[in-house]
């Protein structure tokens, strides 16, 4: 079903109710054939009540009785007149409306039963006064001159058993019309004084004391949305919100205030005109609330049509009849703007919109009920529904406001945890940053030492060694100090390779191994075959462990050329895993004649290089080469290492060179 379809079922509805009322307030309400029953009886648990439904009027155009001409009609039934209206319209009434109606009921006391009785009526209107049998019993005013307003405030008045009398007995309620009210009876019931007091009770609470504290709490969220609105322009919808809660609050007055400080005909013009501006106030907030794309139309139309139908109500005055037309329209505008609102709904569904568009078709539903109630084409629960409808929308904003408020404090918690979180990761970066920063100092600070040393081992003992070999060679010394002196300008320069900076890159050693060596090789009569890969860098290689590297190499190097025989030596550099650990292999062959490792009893070369190694946590492999003639010595390291260098023996002969001393 489309909007249109929704919208012609809602006008049917409206104008079949319309037309099914005025219909019934048009039948004639005379007797009909048969027993004359005016009355239902209710059984409560307080005792027993006559609720009449018929009884008998009789209705004059001015303030004094001429003669009672009684006519049989319907209590429950609509006002007799709207007698302001002609008053203000000509100076003088040209239709003779009534000003004064007397109702009559009667009962028998025996037929209700034992125990004090009372009567009790919910809508007098005005002035109102109650004779028991023709004597004077009850007035609602004390001044002859006194207006109020009694059409919302029921009336409960004791009938005292020594007036009462055997049989029948006669109640004449007469009700005098002296300002702006109509003159209407509405519910009469006799019973017993509890039963009668019980429902006087419940229907002043509904229609009194509930009004009366719905428009306390209004004013109060009322105050509340203002104050908010004015240190937060820009929450538009709690100006809105604070306009409708105003007018709510105006239009309820008039539903307990039965003795206003104003002129009473403008206070009812007052809190009639307030219900159509507060239907504009409704509208432009929800409008502001569902955050219709083309609210501002929207807010437009509606007080446009909220401001024709002021003035349609306000026609009755001049033509009467006219103002349940403008009820009517309040009513169809209502739905077209129900039908905006789903349509939103539809667009954003969320439970804060389904809500609050509950709220206001609940609203409207209430006024549309009160109107039926009024007009008396239908009785429902004895109270008007549309004071309570203002709590319901303020509800709703209040439940959407709570999950607003609890989905921006969720919203705050992971901002809280991320920004959390955030602080967190900075620290860490931070202390990272610091830690790497003190690493880069302390790097750069051994790096700066580093150098200093290697130039003042070249600059001096490097220098004074050089000078030494220079003097023994021109003075003919023997061969061992100047093999002494060999000896330890190489290993001078071993111990300075291994402090230049290799960022763990071993093939870096090798190079400098190979810069150092290949010369006093090729002295030595030995062919170098270099085949180095590039590989990864070892992260753990530092100044140590390069000079426990070096010194293998070295080691292996003395021992080809001191014991091998060999024209030849090729160096290897390779990726290999032993078991589950990856490492790099550094091979050296020779051609020579080989030895056995095992069978060397001299010198200590092979075991430092073994200790070596393990300091290393590497491994080293020393035999005969396989299908070739020669020696294999294979260094195996790895790339990841869970502790550092162990320190070596100290019976470790330190010293190693190519020539000179016995190495093993």
């Given amino acids: 079903m489309g909007c249109k379809d929704i919208l012609f079922c809602w006008l049917a509805l409206i104008i079949n109710i319309t037309i099914c009322g005025s219909q019934a307030r048009c039948q004639p309400v005379e007797a009909q054939a048969g027993p004359r029953t005016d009355f239902s009886t209710i059984d409560t648990t307080k005792g027993r009540l006559f609720d ?45 409306f009534p000003r004064l109606v007397l109702y009559r009921v009667k009962f028998d006391p025996a037929l209700i039963g034992p125990g004090p009785l009372a009567l009790m009526t919910d809508q007098t209107h005005e002035r109102t006064l109650v004779f028991l049998n023709g004597i004077d019993l009850y007035r609602s005013f004390a001044r002859p001159d006194q207006l109020q307003f009694g059409w919302n405030r029921p009336r ?83 100006g809105w919100l604070a306009l409708v809660g105003l007018c709510w609050f105006i239009r309820n007055m008039h539903y307990y205030d039965d003795q206003p400080s104003l002129n009473i005909m403008l206070y009812w013009q007052i809190t009639w005109a307030s219900m159509f501006v507060l239907m504009i106030a409704l509208y432009g907030f929800a409008a502001e609330f569902f955050l219709l794309k083309r609210r501002r139309v929207v807010i437009f139309w509606s007080a446009i049509a909220g401001l024709f139908m002021l003035v349609l109500n306000q026609l009755h005055v001049f033509v009467l009849g006219l103002g349940d037309m403008a009820y009517l329209g309040a009513t169809v505008m ?32 209430m006024s549309v009920f009160d109107l039926g109630l009024m007009e008396r084409w239908w009785t429902g629960p004895g109270f008007y529904l549309q004071p309570y409808a203002g709590l319901i929308v303020f509800s709703a904003f209040g439940f959407a406001l709570g999950r607003r408020i609890l989905r921006a404090l969720s919203l705050v918690e ?77 290993d001078l320069r071993a111990a300075i390779d291994s402090l230049e900076p290799t960022e763990g890159d071993l093939t870096l050693l090798l190079a400098s191994f190979r810069h150092r060596m290949e010369p006093e090789l090729r002295k030595a009569g030995l062919a170098l075959q270099w085949h180095v890969d590039a590989l990864p860098p070892l992260e753990w290689l530092e100044a140590t462990n390069a000079l426990h590297i070096l010194r293998i190499f070295q080691e292996i190097v003395a021992n080809c050329i001191k014991h091998a025989r060999a024209s030849e030596i090729a160096v290897t550099c ?36 073994r200790s070596r190694a393990q300091a290393l946590q590497g491994k080293l492999a020393m035999g005969p080469r396989p299908m070739a003639k020669g020696m294999r010595t ?15 023996p100290r019976n470790e002969v330190s010293p190693m060179s190519l020539s000179g001393a016995t190495l093993f």
């Fill in 414 to 490: 992971t901002m809280n945890d991320v920004l959390e979180a955030r602080v967190a990761e900075a620290t860490h970066l931070l202390t990272q940053s610091e830690v790497e920063r003190r690493r880069l100092e302390v790097t750069a600070a051994v790096e700066q030492e580093r150098t200093r040393l290697m130039r003042e081992i070249h600059d001096g003992i490097g220098s004074n060694l050089v000078t030494a070999l220079a003097v023994a060679q021109n003075q003919k010394e023997n061969g061992p100090t100047v093999d002494t002196l060999k000896r330890s300008i190489a």
């Fill in 52 to 96: 009449y439904e018929f009884g008998d009027v009789s209705h004059f155009s001015g303030l004094t009785i001429h003669k009672n001409v009684w006519k049989r009609i319907r209590i429950k039934g609509k006002a007799f007149n709207n007698y302001y209206a002609n008053q203000l319209l000509f100076s003088e009434p040209r239709i003779d």
């Fill in 334 to 365: 209502g739905a077209i703007i129900v039908i905006i609102f789903f349509k939103q709904c539809r667009r954003e569904p969320n439970l804060d919109n389904f809500a609050m568009l509950i709220a206001i078709i609940l609203a409207i539903a």
């Fill in 156 to 238: 409960m008045v004791n009938l005292p058993r020594a007036l009462l009398r055997s049989g029948e007995n006669e109640i004449i309620v007469r009700l005098d019309n002296l300002g702006p009210t109509y003159l209407m009876l509405g519910t009469l019931q006799i019973g017993q004084l509890e039963a009668v007091s019980a429902e006087y009770d419940r229907r002043m609470f509904w229609r009194v004391t509930g009004p009366r504290t719905v428009n306390g709490i209004l004013i109060i969220l009322t105050l509340g949305a203002i104050v908010f609105w004015l240190f937060r322009r820009k929450e538009i919808v709690f």
């Fill in 574 to 609: 390779y990726a290999q895993a032993e078991g589950d650990s990856a490492g790099i292999c550094v091979e050296f062959l020779d051609n020579g004649i080989g030895f056995s490792p095992d069978a060397a009893q001299d010198g200590k070369g092979i075991d430092n290089m």
């Fill in 634 to 648: 294979a260094l195996w390291l790895p790339y990841d290492r869970r502790g550092v260098a162990r320190p070596l």
